[in-house]
């Protein structure tokens, strides 16, 4: 069984920061990198901030040097985390969080975790 569950969204000014937390249950999470996806309505889901489970990281170029993925792995389950700062209004969208795998690949999702950014 996979279960995924995003948390700590909201609605934030432009040039604010935010955390969210992923609890992802199920061994294929052990035992893959992990990404951090988004999406906006009218767009495909994109995915933002991948890291290993040797801990590298990477990021699109939209949000690099602003948001940090981190994770915890224990057994059965990742906590997967994104430091989100100097958010822009193009930051708005749905976040989740899965597997970085191919689309195909990615059955399960969360229920994902709105974050706003408006003045």
């Known amino acids: 069984q996979v279960h995924l569950q995003e948390s700590g969204g909201g609605l934030v000014q432009p040039g604010g920061s935010l955390r969210l937390s992923c609890a992802a249950s199920?061994?294929?999470?052990?035992?893959?990198?992990m990404g951090w996806y988004r999406r906006v309505p009218g767009k495909e889901r994109e995915l933002v901030a991948s890291i290993t489970t040797g801990g590298s990281t990477k990021y699109a170029d939209s949000v690099k040097g602003r948001f940090t993925i981190s994770r915890d792995n224990a057994k059965n389950t990742v906590s997967l985390y994104l430091q989100m700062n100097s958010l822009k209004t193009e930051d708005t969208a749905v976040y989740y969080c899965?597997?970085?795998?191919?689309?195909?690949?990615?059955?399960?999702w969360g229920q994902g975790t709105q974050v706003s950014v408006s003045s």
């Open positions: 899965n597997a970085d795998l191919p689309a195909h690949l990615l059955g399960t």
């Open positions: 199920g061994a294929i999470f052990t035992f893959n990198d």
